[in-house]
């Protein structure tokens, strides 16, 4: 899976932390039990970070725009 260069420059904001969740989840096909454990933190803990981290990419406005054009 390759990302446009668009969507780099959305993910590139994330910490490099966040950006290994959300790569491990959505490309790497990880669960959150497995998360957990590469994380050393609780599933709760987990849900809560992703719900974060996708609230933030989801109020991005470069991804607003992308959204946009997709719909033209």
Known sequence: MSFSSDMMKVLSTLSKE?????MLKYQEN???????????VSIDEIKEKEYSILLMLKNNESIKKMKKLRRS
């Open 18 to 22: 966040d950006l290994s969740l959300i």
């Open 30 to 40: 990880y669960n959150d039990d497995e998360l957990a454990e590469y994380f050393h």
